[in-house]
């Protein structure tokens, strides 16, 4: 008795894992090519993983809770002899998986909740009269990996490649949002500034290197000269097309900032 439970859990684990790996590619294909532009656009390989560990998460969880005790159920029901028919369990799985989409007035949920169920019940009753030996437990285990891998790079290699990331753009990126923070009084653009502030001459700029392929410091150097006094300050960041950190900094801020 209890190795019939053993048996049954693993072949339940397993239906959920192919059901919910399998349903998640269809559905991230669908979100990557569903709007009718077959044309690449960048990172589709990225994009696609993406949405397949968004739904994987959502139709994971439903399959290992809702769709698990519904067919339970079901497998009791078939076991006492009340529904003999298999092809009839199959059905009921899928009638059972319309549920969670008539909670919303969205048909397609219904669709897809349909769909999935009814692949459940199928998986279920082909792995109930063919159970899987370790090799192929391994091989089941395995297939979402190499199918993920090889979709992720297929379409990344097919994806155009992005643009390069200019020095212009590192360093609208880093003064991008600068009102009211340190930065904020520099140009935003590499350049100078100079003017005249609570008596003191200053003189601002804003400046980058590149330091790697894409990626720059972008620096903020200001000095300022009132009479005998003379001082400087510089900050700098590194800044690369996903975000950037700070850097570098040297010398205190200006007498005139203190004093705000």
């Given at each position: 008795m209890v190795d019939q439970w053993v048996h049954l859990l693993i072949r339940k684990f397993f239906t959920t894992y192919i059901v919910t790996v399998l349903a998640s590619f269809l559905?991230?294909?669908?979100?990557?090519?569903?709007?009718?532009?077959?044309?690449?656009?960048?990172?589709?390989?990225?994009?696609?993983?993406?949405w397949m560990f968004v739904y994987i998460m959502y139709i994971g969880t439903i399959v290992l809770f809702f769709g698990n005790g519904v067919s339970l159920v079901l497998e009791w029901v078939r076991v006492k002899g009340i529904i003999p028919h298999s092809w009839i369990i199959v059905v009921?799985?899928?009638?059972?998986?319309?549920?969670?989409?008539?909670l919303f007035p969205y048909w397609l949920l219904v669709l897809y909740g349909m769909a999935t169920a009814l692949g459940y019940g199928i998986i279920d009753w082909w792995l109930r009269v063919r159970p899987l030996g370790p090799k192929g437990m391994i091989i089941v285990a395995l297939s979402p990996v190499i199918l993920y891998?090889?979709?992720?790079?297929?379409?990344?290699?097919?994806s155009p490649p992005m643009p390069p990331f200019t020095i212009e753009e590192a360093v609208a990126f880093a003064t991008a949002g600068g009102d009211g923070t340190s930065i904020g009084v520099f140009p935003d653009e590499i350049g100078r500034w100079q003017g005249t502030v609570d008596g003191y001459q200053v003189v601002r700029e804003t400046s980058a290197r590149v330091i790697a392929n894409n990626e720059y410091i972008v620096t903020f150097s200001e000095s300022w000269t009132k009479d005998a006094e003379t001082n400087s300050r510089y900050l700098s960041y590194r800044v690369e097309r996903s975000g950037m950190i700070f850097y570098k900094r040297e010398g205190e801020d200006s007498p005139y900032l203190k004093r705000k």
């Open positions: 559905m991230a294909f669908t979100s990557v090519f569903g709007k009718g532009e077959w044309e690449l656009a960048r990172n589709s390989g990225n994009e696609l993983i993406g009921l799985h899928g009638i059972f998986g319309m549920a969670l989409g008539l891998g090889v979709s992720w790079g297929t379409l990344q290699f097919l």
